[in-house]
Nanobody
């Protein structure tokens, strides 16, 4: 299983970023995919999940600002982040669980600052 995130960077408050996660090594189309984040000095926080059915879940802290989506033809999951706030600053990880084993990518850093 390989998960490779991209798309992070430095953005001003109120700005937008789109994160991508390219997946390989498992049957992507039937797997739930998630985004999680870890801010400096804090634990890992679940951000959003998209199931194979297309059903989505969002953490209250980002609801209405972030949108998760997937492209099964490209084995890629996305996180569109709008109206970013300084408290969204974190390393963002792509996560999936296969046969009770959780896999996580190397992460991409998102910094929201003026």
């Amino acid at each position: 299983v390989q998960l490779v995130e991209s798309g992070g960077g430095l953005v001003q408050p109120g700005g937008s970023l789109r994160l991508s996660c390219a997946a390989s090594g498992f049957t992507f189309s039937t797997s739930a995919m998630s985004w999680a984040r870890q801010a400096p000095g804090k634990g890992l926080e679940g951000v959003s999940t998209i199931y194979s059915t297309g059903r989505t879940l969002y953490a209250d802290s980002i609801k209405g600002r972030f949108t998760i989506s997937r492209d099964n033809a490209k084995n890629t999951v996305y996180l569109q982040m709008n109206s970013l706030k300084p408290e969204d600053t974190a390393a963002y990880y792509c996560v999936t669980t296969i046969f009770s084993t959780t896999f996580r990518g190397q992460g991409t850093q998102v910094t929201v600052s003026s």
